[in-house]
């Protein structure tokens, strides 16, 4: 289980630029709770997820994970039990090193790392299988380097890293959103194959209504730094886009319109 | 022509002396992605702490051994001034250059310069030993001592170790997502690469039989020379790391060789500095200059599409 409990991020703190990011989050989740995130641009999901992993100091509030107080605990301890895709194609993955070095770099997440050998030819021969799985045609270029695979590989690839050590949780920004949509849909199949296989605990951010509504038991939205809708179980399979929109600009009190155009 | 055979092995040996320097450099510059200018400095405290001891009379292999340790020490503390104190790499590596200064000054009892003579003190290299086919000839030694270490850095850096410090520096945002340190990387990384600029310090301190407070003026420029020579030559062949390395060691050594030649064909000492800052410069900028005019080109079909 994780909980946030009022988690406050301003950014730019006394600048013109100051943020409220993060206002009074409160957020639990229970394990094995897939739950997808949507909002309009700005609405600190993001924010919510780098919070999660550690990537900055929250300024107030704390951040519990299974009974355990995690809130002051560095970016690269909490790394033990998370397993993150970013926005970004370029942001998680090393492009200069080999796919199989990638690989083993993530395979060791949370582990003491020493002086035996970066990979092991048992490593070599399970990585293939995964790979061969994965049906990206990966597998017969594991000493490629990642820098010149394509966008949809590497996401694929970062997809793969993030849960090939079993994490407790799995963050997923928006990782599909820089893909052409076939890649997108089949990247997006692969992760909700991974997440009810292995039970993973995961919150999904999504800018598309569809995918939110089919993807997951559990659906939140945000909105300037808090959670304005909170939908599981029966309610959220039966929820329509439609819907959706329109509880979006109840609970924002935005204009309707204006939304559509973030959201869609 | 005769002059040339005869001033070549020299070069060869000074240039495989300073290829350890580069090797020193590739590990910030390349691997960690850090423009690290410790080692103008920790290049003469490797030299001073080396013929300092070696004069108290102590074994030159051991003080080559101490003078990779005070090396470290250097890294490390521009390391945590980076790291723990948030100050940008290159100004942390100018703030204990400077600090080295003085410190170099200490080490050699306040002289600018400390002789060690080959007569008296059983050196490991000597340009007095430069000619003959002897096993006293440096370049025997340092082939011998560049393909030990090339060997240790590609079992190191091909370890879960190893590789962190790789991954810290090709994307420091992964190794942390992965569960990297990557401070502590970075900092190990920065000890590593000056121990080396050190032991290169000590060696060379010896080789010319003193160690000079000025010996590692503009030392980076001459290692980013050795690298980007290594990779402009070598780069489209030797792509496994061990032939990488041993890429930066030839470049070193061709920088010498060409630098010999250059002198001979009569160019003027005091000019060395800046004939190597501005090819290191053009050779730094070529990549730059490449993806612009890519860019360029690729603006302009895009626009005749367009229209
Ligand atoms: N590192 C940062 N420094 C300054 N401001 C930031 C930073 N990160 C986020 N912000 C600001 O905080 C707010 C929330 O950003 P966040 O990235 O969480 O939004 P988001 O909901 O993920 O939006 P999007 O859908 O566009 O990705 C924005 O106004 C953003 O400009
Ligand atoms: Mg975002």
């Not at chain 1, 995918?211 to 959220?236: P, Q």
Request: hydrophobic share 50%; net charge positive.
């Amino acid at each position: 289980m994780l909980e946030l409990i009022n988690v406050n991020k301003t950014f730019n703190v006394g600048t013109a630029n100051e943020k409220k990011a993060l206002d009074n989050l409160s957020l639990t989740l229970n394990d094995e709770d897939f739950v997808t995130v949507i909002g309009g641009n700005g609405a600190g999901k993001s924010t919510m997820l780098n919070a999660i992993a550690g990537t900055f100091r929250i300024d107030s509030g704390s951040i519990i994970l299974d009974g355990m107080n995690i809130t002051s605990l560095p970016e690269h301890k909490r790394a033990a039990f998370l397993g993150r895709v970013f926005q970004d194609p370029q942001m998680g993955t090393a492009p200069s090193m080999m796919i199989e070095e990638n690989m083993a770099l993530a395979a060791r997440r949370g582990q003491r790392r020493g002086l035996s050998w970066g990979i092991s030819e048992a490593e070599r021969t399970q990585y293939y299988e995964l790979l061969k799985s994965f049906d990206l045609g990966l597998e017969d270029r594991m000493t490629t380097k990642v820098g010149i695979l394509s966008g949809g590989q590497r996401q694929a690839l970062t997809l793969l890293m993030a849960t090939i050590k079993k994490p407790k949780f799995l963050l997923l920004d928006e990782h599909t959103a820089a893909l052409d949509p076939k890649t997108a849909a089949k990247v997006l199949a692969l992760s909700e194959e991974i997440v009810t296989r292995e039970k993973l605990t995961t919150l999904m951010i999504t800018h598309n209504m569809k995918d939110a509504i089919r993807y997951g038991n559990r659906l939140v939205m945000m909105d300037e730094g808090r959670i304005v809708l909170d939908i599981s179980g029966e309610a959220k399979k039966k929820l329509t886009v439609a819907e959706l929109l329109a509880k979006f600009s109840e609970a924002s009190g935005h204009d309707e319109t204006s939304d559509k155009m973030l959201l869609s | 022509m005769t002059s040339l055979l005869n001033a070549l092995p020299g070069a060869v040996s000074q240039g495989l002396i300073w290829g350890i320097m580069a090797i020193g450099v590739y590990i910030t510059f390349r691997v960690l992605d850090i423009a690290d200018l410790t080692v103008d400095g920790s290049l003469a405290t490797g030299g001073a702490t080396c013929i300092m001891l070696i004069r108290a009379g102590l074994n030159p292999w051991v003080a080559l051994l101490i003078a990779f340790a005070v090396g470290m020490i250097a890294g490390f503390v521009t390391g945590i001034l980076h790291t723990k104190c948030g100050i940008p790499a290159i100004l942390a590596g100018i703030l204990t250059q400077l600090s080295l200064y003085s410190i170099n000054l200490r080490i050699m009892e306040s002289k600018a310069n400390q002789p060690v003579s080959v007569d008296k003190y059983p050196l490991l290299v000597s340009s007095r030993h430069v000619g003959g086919f002897t096993l006293k000839n440096p370049i025997f030694l340092m082939i011998i001592i560049a393909i030990v270490l090339i060997t240790v850095l590609y079992w190191f850096f091909g370890t879960e170790k190893g590789c962190s410090i790789r991954a810290t520096g090709a994307n420091s945002n992964m190794a942390r997502a992965q569960g990297i340190n990557t401070n502590s990387n970075k900092i190990l990384g920065l000890m590593l690469s000056n121990g080396l600029v050190a032991v290169s310090g000590a060696l060379l301190a010896q080789y010319q039989g003193s160690a000079d407070v000025n010996m590692g003026r503009g030392a980076i420029v001459i290692g980013l020379a050795a690298v980007i020579i290594g990779e402009v030559i070598f780069g489209k062949i030797f792509k496994q790391f061990w032939l990488t390395l041993l890429a930066v060691v030839i470049g070193a050594v061709i920088y010498y060789v060409v630098l010999q030649l250059v002198l001979m064909m009569g160019l003027n000492t005091n000019d060395l500095k800046m004939l190597t800052a501005v090819i290191v410069a053009i050779f730094l900028a070529i990549p730059f200059w490449k993806n612009k005019i890519a860019g360029k080109r690729l603006g302009k079909k895009e626009a005749s599409k367009d229209a």
